[in-house]
Protein backbone atom coordinates (compact mmCIF):
# COMPACT_ATOMS: atom_id res chain seq x y z
CA UNK A 1 0.00 0.00 0.00
CA UNK A 2 1.48 3.42 -0.95
CA UNK A 3 2.34 5.82 2.10
CA UNK A 4 0.13 8.80 3.79
CA UNK A 5 2.69 11.11 2.18
CA UNK A 6 3.15 9.51 -0.89
CA UNK A 7 -0.79 9.86 -1.78
CA UNK A 8 -1.09 13.18 -0.15
CA UNK A 9 1.39 14.07 -2.59
CA UNK A 10 -0.32 12.86 -5.11
CA UNK A 11 -3.66 14.26 -3.95
CA UNK A 12 -2.04 17.91 -4.22
CA UNK A 13 -1.30 17.16 -7.63
CA UNK A 14 -4.84 16.02 -8.85
CA UNK A 15 -7.33 17.50 -6.49
CA UNK A 16 -8.88 20.86 -6.44
CA UNK A 17 -8.00 22.64 -3.44
CA UNK A 18 -11.06 23.14 -2.10
CA UNK A 19 -10.86 21.46 1.13
CA UNK A 20 -8.13 21.48 3.83
CA UNK A 21 -7.75 17.35 5.17
CA UNK A 22 -4.86 16.76 6.88
CA UNK A 23 -2.20 15.01 5.97
CA UNK A 24 -2.86 10.91 6.28
CA UNK A 25 -5.70 9.11 4.40
CA UNK A 26 -8.19 6.65 5.43
CA UNK A 27 -8.64 2.95 4.14
CA UNK A 28 -10.54 1.51 6.40
CA UNK A 29 -13.17 1.25 9.21
CA UNK A 30 -15.53 -0.67 11.57
CA UNK A 31 -18.04 0.37 13.77
CA UNK A 32 -16.49 4.02 15.67
CA UNK A 33 -13.06 3.06 14.45
CA UNK A 34 -11.26 4.09 11.14
CA UNK A 35 -7.32 3.63 10.12
CA UNK A 36 -5.01 4.90 7.92
CA UNK A 37 -3.16 3.46 5.28
CA UNK A 38 0.16 3.17 7.64
CA UNK A 39 -2.63 1.70 9.62
CA UNK A 40 -2.81 4.37 12.84
CA UNK A 41 -5.72 3.92 14.32
CA UNK A 42 -8.73 6.90 15.32
CA UNK A 43 -12.03 6.67 17.20
CA UNK A 44 -14.19 8.39 14.76
CA UNK A 45 -16.71 10.96 16.20
CA UNK A 46 -16.90 12.50 13.09
CA UNK A 47 -18.99 10.33 12.10
CA UNK A 48 -18.40 11.45 8.53
CA UNK A 49 -20.00 14.71 9.06
CA UNK A 50 -23.06 12.62 10.79
CA UNK A 51 -23.48 10.43 8.25
CA UNK A 52 -22.34 7.24 9.37
CA UNK A 53 -25.19 6.27 10.89
CA UNK A 54 -24.82 2.59 11.53
CA UNK A 55 -20.72 2.77 11.40
CA UNK A 56 -18.14 2.13 9.13
CA UNK A 57 -18.61 -1.09 7.79
CA UNK A 58 -21.71 -2.53 9.16
CA UNK A 59 -21.99 -6.32 7.59
CA UNK A 60 -26.01 -5.74 7.25
CA UNK A 61 -25.49 -2.80 5.43
CA UNK A 62 -22.50 -3.98 3.36
CA UNK A 63 -24.31 -7.47 2.69
CA UNK A 64 -27.61 -5.26 1.27
CA UNK A 65 -25.32 -3.14 -0.93
CA UNK A 66 -23.50 -6.08 -2.54
CA UNK A 67 -26.53 -8.20 -3.06
CA UNK A 68 -28.50 -5.25 -4.30
CA UNK A 69 -25.76 -4.32 -7.12
CA UNK A 70 -25.18 -8.10 -8.23
CA UNK A 71 -28.80 -7.65 -9.25
CA UNK A 72 -29.84 -4.16 -10.16
CA UNK A 73 -28.06 -1.49 -10.16
CA UNK A 74 -29.42 1.58 -12.04
CA UNK A 75 -32.91 2.00 -14.13
CA UNK A 76 -33.21 5.37 -14.43
CA UNK A 77 -36.36 7.15 -13.56
CA UNK A 78 -37.90 6.11 -16.39
CA UNK A 79 -38.53 3.25 -14.63
CA UNK A 80 -39.88 1.69 -11.46
CA UNK A 81 -37.50 -0.37 -8.79
CA UNK A 82 -38.00 -2.45 -5.74
CA UNK A 83 -36.21 -0.86 -3.23
CA UNK A 84 -37.17 2.97 -3.71
CA UNK A 85 -40.78 2.16 -3.43
CA UNK A 86 -39.90 0.22 -0.71
CA UNK A 87 -38.31 2.43 0.71
CA UNK A 88 -40.61 5.59 0.28
CA UNK A 89 -43.33 4.05 1.74
CA UNK A 90 -40.65 2.96 4.83
CA UNK A 91 -40.25 6.49 4.91
CA UNK A 92 -44.01 7.61 4.72
CA UNK A 93 -44.50 5.11 7.62
CA UNK A 94 -42.44 6.55 10.15
CA UNK A 95 -43.06 10.20 9.79
CA UNK A 96 -46.19 12.61 9.11
CA UNK A 97 -45.45 12.66 5.41
CA UNK A 98 -46.73 10.64 2.47
CA UNK A 99 -44.97 11.23 -0.40
CA UNK A 100 -40.95 10.98 -1.16
CA UNK A 101 -38.62 12.49 -3.88
CA UNK A 102 -35.77 10.95 -3.97
CA UNK A 103 -32.31 12.89 -4.79
CA UNK A 104 -28.42 12.26 -4.31
CA UNK A 105 -27.42 14.73 -1.93
CA UNK A 106 -28.43 16.89 1.33
CA UNK A 107 -28.30 20.29 -1.18
CA UNK A 108 -30.16 18.46 -4.04
CA UNK A 109 -33.04 17.20 -1.54
CA UNK A 110 -33.18 21.24 -0.82
CA UNK A 111 -33.73 22.26 -4.18
CA UNK A 112 -36.41 20.29 -4.43
CA UNK A 113 -37.71 21.68 -1.72
CA UNK A 114 -37.21 25.07 -3.40
CA UNK A 115 -38.55 24.03 -6.77
CA UNK A 116 -42.07 21.84 -4.76
CA UNK A 117 -42.85 25.17 -2.86
CA UNK A 118 -42.52 27.71 -5.88
CA UNK A 119 -44.49 24.93 -8.11
CA UNK A 120 -46.87 24.16 -5.82
CA UNK A 121 -48.26 27.88 -5.49
CA UNK A 122 -47.68 28.21 -9.44
CA UNK A 123 -50.01 25.20 -9.43
CA UNK A 124 -52.99 26.41 -7.64
CA UNK A 125 -52.88 29.83 -9.05
CA UNK A 126 -50.48 31.70 -6.90
CA UNK A 127 -47.34 32.64 -9.31
CA UNK A 128 -46.66 35.24 -7.41
CA UNK A 129 -45.67 33.46 -4.44
CA UNK A 130 -41.66 32.93 -5.15
CA UNK A 131 -40.21 34.63 -2.40
CA UNK A 132 -38.30 32.41 0.14
CA UNK A 133 -37.64 33.09 4.07
CA UNK A 134 -34.74 31.10 5.97
CA UNK A 135 -32.52 31.63 8.50
CA UNK A 136 -28.92 33.35 9.29
CA UNK A 137 -26.36 30.72 10.55
CA UNK A 138 -28.35 28.07 8.53
CA UNK A 139 -26.47 25.66 6.10
CA UNK A 140 -28.85 24.20 3.43
CA UNK A 141 -25.78 22.95 1.24
CA UNK A 142 -23.47 24.36 -2.10
CA UNK A 143 -25.72 24.22 -5.09
CA UNK A 144 -26.68 28.06 -6.24
CA UNK A 145 -30.06 27.48 -4.25
CA UNK A 146 -29.48 25.59 -1.52
CA UNK A 147 -26.64 28.13 -0.89
CA UNK A 148 -28.71 31.07 -1.25
CA UNK A 149 -31.05 29.92 1.65
CA UNK A 150 -27.63 29.34 3.36
CA UNK A 151 -27.43 31.85 5.83
CA UNK A 152 -24.19 32.05 6.18
CA UNK A 153 -22.24 35.33 3.86
CA UNK A 154 -18.55 33.65 4.11
CA UNK A 155 -20.42 30.72 1.77
CA UNK A 156 -21.78 33.31 -0.67
CA UNK A 157 -18.13 35.12 -1.32
CA UNK A 158 -17.28 35.26 -5.28
CA UNK A 159 -20.44 32.96 -5.78
CA UNK A 160 -22.83 36.27 -6.55
CA UNK A 161 -25.66 36.52 -8.34
CA UNK A 162 -27.23 33.88 -6.13
CA UNK A 163 -31.25 32.98 -6.39
CA UNK A 164 -33.41 35.87 -6.02
CA UNK A 165 -36.47 36.18 -3.85
CA UNK A 166 -34.28 34.95 -0.11
CA UNK A 167 -34.92 36.84 3.11
CA UNK A 168 -32.49 35.26 5.87
CA UNK A 169 -34.21 36.11 9.33
CA UNK A 170 -32.27 35.42 12.48
CA UNK A 171 -33.31 32.22 14.25
CA UNK A 172 -35.13 31.70 17.32
CA UNK A 173 -36.73 35.35 16.75
CA UNK A 174 -40.37 35.02 15.97
CA UNK A 175 -40.60 38.49 15.83
CA UNK A 176 -38.41 38.72 12.80
CA UNK A 177 -40.21 36.10 11.38
CA UNK A 178 -43.30 38.04 11.26
CA UNK A 179 -42.51 40.97 9.88
CA UNK A 180 -40.74 38.60 6.79
CA UNK A 181 -43.61 36.47 5.64
CA UNK A 182 -45.84 37.95 3.48
CA UNK A 183 -48.86 37.24 0.82
CA UNK A 184 -45.66 36.47 -1.31
CA UNK A 185 -43.88 33.96 0.61
CA UNK A 186 -43.65 30.39 -1.06
CA UNK A 187 -41.86 28.83 1.78
CA UNK A 188 -40.00 29.72 5.36
CA UNK A 189 -37.09 26.65 5.51
CA UNK A 190 -35.20 26.05 8.68
CA UNK A 191 -33.29 23.60 10.35
CA UNK A 192 -34.93 22.36 13.68
CA UNK A 193 -31.59 22.04 15.06
CA UNK A 194 -28.97 23.80 13.22
CA UNK A 195 -26.31 21.83 12.63
CA UNK A 196 -23.28 23.21 10.38
CA UNK A 197 -24.35 26.49 12.07
CA UNK A 198 -23.16 25.39 15.73
CA UNK A 199 -25.44 23.05 17.01
CA UNK A 200 -28.32 25.71 17.94
CA UNK A 201 -31.71 23.88 18.72
CA UNK A 202 -34.94 25.73 17.20
CA UNK A 203 -36.45 26.42 20.64
CA UNK A 204 -40.71 24.96 20.43
CA UNK A 205 -42.11 28.26 21.02
CA UNK A 206 -40.37 29.51 17.87
CA UNK A 207 -41.09 26.25 15.76
CA UNK A 208 -44.59 26.39 17.00
CA UNK A 209 -44.38 30.31 16.23
CA UNK A 210 -43.29 29.38 12.57
CA UNK A 211 -46.24 26.84 11.92
CA UNK A 212 -48.89 29.68 12.91
CA UNK A 213 -46.95 32.47 11.05
CA UNK A 214 -47.05 29.87 7.71
CA UNK A 215 -50.33 28.72 8.43
CA UNK A 216 -52.24 32.47 8.59
CA UNK A 217 -50.46 33.50 5.56
CA UNK A 218 -50.44 30.60 3.18
CA UNK A 219 -46.41 30.22 2.88
CA UNK A 220 -45.40 26.47 3.61
CA UNK A 221 -43.12 25.66 6.60
CA UNK A 222 -40.22 23.00 5.82
CA UNK A 223 -37.60 21.81 7.98
CA UNK A 224 -34.04 20.89 6.74
CA UNK A 225 -33.41 17.45 8.14
CA UNK A 226 -30.77 16.67 6.06
CA UNK A 227 -28.51 16.42 9.55
CA UNK A 228 -31.11 16.08 12.24
CA UNK A 229 -32.91 13.41 10.15
CA UNK A 230 -32.60 9.44 11.08
CA UNK A 231 -32.36 9.00 13.91
CA UNK A 232 -29.62 11.85 14.75
CA UNK A 233 -30.78 13.08 17.55
CA UNK A 234 -32.51 10.05 19.34
CA UNK A 235 -36.00 10.74 17.63
CA UNK A 236 -36.72 9.54 13.73
CA UNK A 237 -36.88 13.25 12.96
CA UNK A 238 -35.24 16.63 14.97
CA UNK A 239 -38.90 17.95 14.15
CA UNK A 240 -39.81 15.43 16.77
CA UNK A 241 -38.69 17.04 19.89
CA UNK A 242 -41.16 19.84 19.39
CA UNK A 243 -44.12 17.91 18.50
CA UNK A 244 -44.00 20.87 15.47
CA UNK A 245 -45.22 18.98 11.82
CA UNK A 246 -43.94 20.83 8.81
CA UNK A 247 -45.07 20.91 5.28
CA UNK A 248 -42.04 18.56 4.54
CA UNK A 249 -38.71 17.84 5.24
CA UNK A 250 -35.63 17.18 3.49
CA UNK A 251 -33.20 14.25 4.04
CA UNK A 252 -30.05 12.92 3.38
CA UNK A 253 -26.79 12.45 5.76
CA UNK A 254 -27.44 9.66 7.52
CA UNK A 255 -30.38 8.01 5.24
CA UNK A 256 -27.85 5.50 3.38
CA UNK A 257 -25.07 4.97 6.04
CA UNK A 258 -22.00 6.25 3.64
CA UNK A 259 -24.25 5.26 0.54
CA UNK A 260 -25.50 8.83 -1.10
CA UNK A 261 -28.70 9.55 -1.00
CA UNK A 262 -31.23 12.50 -0.45
CA UNK A 263 -34.95 12.58 -0.06
CA UNK A 264 -37.41 15.25 0.92
CA UNK A 265 -40.97 14.16 2.17
CA UNK A 266 -44.15 16.15 2.46
CA UNK A 267 -47.52 16.00 2.86
CA UNK A 268 -50.69 14.85 0.34
CA UNK A 269 -52.02 18.25 0.57
CA UNK A 270 -48.64 19.09 -1.66
CA UNK A 271 -48.64 15.98 -3.92
CA UNK A 272 -49.49 18.13 -6.85
CA UNK A 273 -46.80 20.34 -6.37
CA UNK A 274 -44.41 18.67 -8.86
CA UNK A 275 -46.71 17.44 -11.44
CA UNK A 276 -44.67 14.71 -14.38
CA UNK A 277 -41.81 16.56 -16.08
CA UNK A 278 -41.27 19.10 -13.59
CA UNK A 279 -38.52 18.24 -11.73
CA UNK A 280 -36.42 15.31 -11.58
CA UNK A 281 -32.79 13.55 -11.44
CA UNK A 282 -31.14 10.64 -13.80
CA UNK A 283 -29.68 9.01 -10.47
CA UNK A 284 -32.35 9.67 -7.99
CA UNK A 285 -34.45 6.56 -6.71
CA UNK A 286 -31.48 4.63 -7.85
CA UNK A 287 -31.61 0.66 -6.94
CA UNK A 288 -28.19 0.62 -4.85
CA UNK A 289 -28.85 3.93 -3.01
CA UNK A 290 -32.27 2.89 -1.99
CA UNK A 291 -31.00 -0.63 -1.04
CA UNK A 292 -28.76 1.19 1.18
CA UNK A 293 -31.63 3.48 2.42
CA UNK A 294 -33.40 0.23 3.22
CA UNK A 295 -30.76 -1.89 4.97
CA UNK A 296 -30.21 1.14 7.35
CA UNK A 297 -33.81 1.40 8.77
CA UNK A 298 -33.59 -2.31 9.26
CA UNK A 299 -30.48 -1.86 11.45
CA UNK A 300 -31.63 0.79 13.49
CA UNK A 301 -34.83 -1.03 13.95
CA UNK A 302 -33.21 -4.40 14.62
CA UNK A 303 -30.61 -2.68 17.04
CA UNK A 304 -32.80 -0.03 18.64
CA UNK A 305 -30.41 2.58 17.39
CA UNK A 306 -32.79 5.63 17.44
CA UNK A 307 -33.41 4.66 21.47
CA UNK A 308 -29.50 4.12 21.81
CA UNK A 309 -28.86 7.65 20.04
CA UNK A 310 -31.11 9.34 22.79
CA UNK A 311 -29.32 7.08 25.77
CA UNK A 312 -25.99 7.14 24.15
CA UNK A 313 -26.46 11.06 23.11
CA UNK A 314 -27.70 11.77 27.18
CA UNK A 315 -24.46 10.28 28.12
CA UNK A 316 -22.37 12.08 25.98
CA UNK A 317 -24.26 15.45 26.50
CA UNK A 318 -23.59 14.53 30.81
CA UNK A 319 -20.39 13.96 30.26
CA UNK A 320 -19.95 17.59 28.08
CA UNK A 321 -21.51 19.56 30.67
CA UNK A 322 -18.77 17.60 33.46
CA UNK A 323 -16.41 19.50 31.46
CA UNK A 324 -17.79 22.94 31.60
CA UNK A 325 -18.68 23.16 34.91
CA UNK A 326 -14.72 21.73 35.73
CA UNK A 327 -12.43 24.44 36.38
CA UNK A 328 -9.64 22.75 34.93
CA UNK A 329 -10.79 23.08 31.66
CA UNK A 330 -12.04 26.65 31.13
CA UNK A 331 -11.96 26.22 27.58
CA UNK A 332 -14.97 24.39 27.95
CA UNK A 333 -17.94 26.93 28.11
CA UNK A 334 -21.17 25.40 26.97
CA UNK A 335 -22.72 22.14 25.89
CA UNK A 336 -24.75 22.13 23.09
CA UNK A 337 -26.43 19.59 21.12
CA UNK A 338 -29.27 16.93 20.98
CA UNK A 339 -28.94 13.13 20.46
CA UNK A 340 -25.75 12.18 19.41
CA UNK A 341 -25.58 15.61 17.73
CA UNK A 342 -23.73 16.71 20.50
CA UNK A 343 -20.65 19.57 20.82
CA UNK A 344 -18.69 21.72 23.27
CA UNK A 345 -18.22 25.61 22.88
CA UNK A 346 -14.98 26.87 23.18
CA UNK A 347 -13.92 29.81 24.84
CA UNK A 348 -13.44 32.52 21.96
CA UNK A 349 -9.95 32.95 22.67
CA UNK A 350 -9.27 29.24 21.45
CA UNK A 351 -8.45 28.51 18.16
CA UNK A 352 -11.32 25.38 17.84
CA UNK A 353 -9.17 24.17 14.59
CA UNK A 354 -6.01 24.11 16.83
CA UNK A 355 -7.96 21.95 19.33
CA UNK A 356 -9.70 19.97 16.23
CA UNK A 357 -6.44 19.24 15.38
CA UNK A 358 -4.33 18.07 18.69
CA UNK A 359 -7.71 16.11 19.33
CA UNK A 360 -7.16 14.16 16.10
CA UNK A 361 -3.42 14.27 16.32
CA UNK A 362 -2.52 13.80 20.29
CA UNK A 363 -5.68 11.76 21.35
CA UNK A 364 -6.25 10.12 17.81
CA UNK A 365 -9.90 11.19 18.06
CA UNK A 366 -11.75 12.46 15.16
CA UNK A 367 -14.82 15.21 15.65
CA UNK A 368 -15.43 17.90 13.50
CA UNK A 369 -16.17 21.99 14.07
CA UNK A 370 -19.35 23.84 13.30
CA UNK A 371 -20.21 27.20 13.68
CA UNK A 372 -16.47 28.00 14.33
CA UNK A 373 -16.35 27.65 17.68
CA UNK A 374 -18.12 24.47 18.30
CA UNK A 375 -16.30 21.23 18.38
CA UNK A 376 -18.93 18.58 17.01
CA UNK A 377 -19.32 14.99 18.06
CA UNK A 378 -21.72 12.88 15.95
CA UNK A 379 -20.81 9.25 16.08
CA UNK A 380 -22.36 6.47 14.80
CA UNK A 381 -26.11 5.87 16.27
CA UNK A 382 -24.78 2.42 17.32
CA UNK A 383 -21.74 3.78 19.29
CA UNK A 384 -20.95 1.82 22.66
CA UNK A 385 -20.89 3.79 26.58
CA UNK A 386 -17.64 2.54 26.34
CA UNK A 387 -16.76 4.38 23.31
CA UNK A 388 -18.43 7.68 24.79
CA UNK A 389 -16.70 7.32 27.95
CA UNK A 390 -13.66 6.78 25.58
CA UNK A 391 -13.90 9.55 23.65
CA UNK A 392 -14.74 12.35 26.53
CA UNK A 393 -11.79 10.45 28.79
CA UNK A 394 -9.23 12.19 25.82
CA UNK A 395 -11.22 15.18 25.04
CA UNK A 396 -11.24 15.84 28.74
CA UNK A 397 -7.66 15.26 28.78
CA UNK A 398 -6.91 17.16 26.03
CA UNK A 399 -9.07 20.35 27.29
CA UNK A 400 -7.08 20.64 30.75
CA UNK A 401 -3.96 21.22 28.24
CA UNK A 402 -6.24 24.20 26.54
CA UNK A 403 -5.37 27.34 28.44
CA UNK A 404 -8.84 29.74 27.55
C1 LIG B 1 -24.90 18.79 5.13
C2 LIG B 1 -26.17 19.54 5.00
C3 LIG B 1 -26.71 19.88 3.75
C4 LIG B 1 -25.98 19.62 2.46
O1 LIG B 1 -25.83 18.26 2.21
P1 LIG B 1 -24.82 17.79 1.05
O2 LIG B 1 -25.07 16.32 0.95
O3 LIG B 1 -23.45 18.16 1.47
O4 LIG B 1 -25.23 18.51 -0.19
C5 LIG B 1 -27.93 20.51 3.73
N1 LIG B 1 -28.59 20.80 4.86
C6 LIG B 1 -28.13 20.49 6.07
C7 LIG B 1 -28.92 20.81 7.29
C8 LIG B 1 -26.88 19.87 6.19
O5 LIG B 1 -26.38 19.60 7.40
Given amino acids: MPTNAELVAKAERAQLPNYRPPPFVLSQGRGCRVEDVEGNAYLDFSGGIAVLSVGHAHPVLTAAIAEQAGRLMHTSNLFYSQTSIEL??????????????????????????????????????????????????????????????????KYHEGMAPLVPGVTHVPFNDLGALEAAVTDRTAMVLMEPLQGEGGLVIGETAYLEGARRICDERGALLFFDEVQTGYGRTGRFLGAEHSGVVPDGCSLAKGMGGGFPIGAIAVTERLADGLPPGSHASTFGGNPLACAAGLAVLRILDDEG????????????????????????????????????????????????????????????????????????????????????????????????????
Fill in 88 to 153: AAEITARTPFDRVYFANSGAEAVEALLKLARRWHFEHGRPERTDLVAMHKSFHGRTMGALSLTGQP
Fill in 305 to 404: LVENAARMGQRLGEGLEAMVQDAAMPAAVEARGLGLLRGVRLADSVDAREVYGRLRDEQRTLASIAGGTVLRLAPPLNVTADEIDEALAKLGALLKDVEA
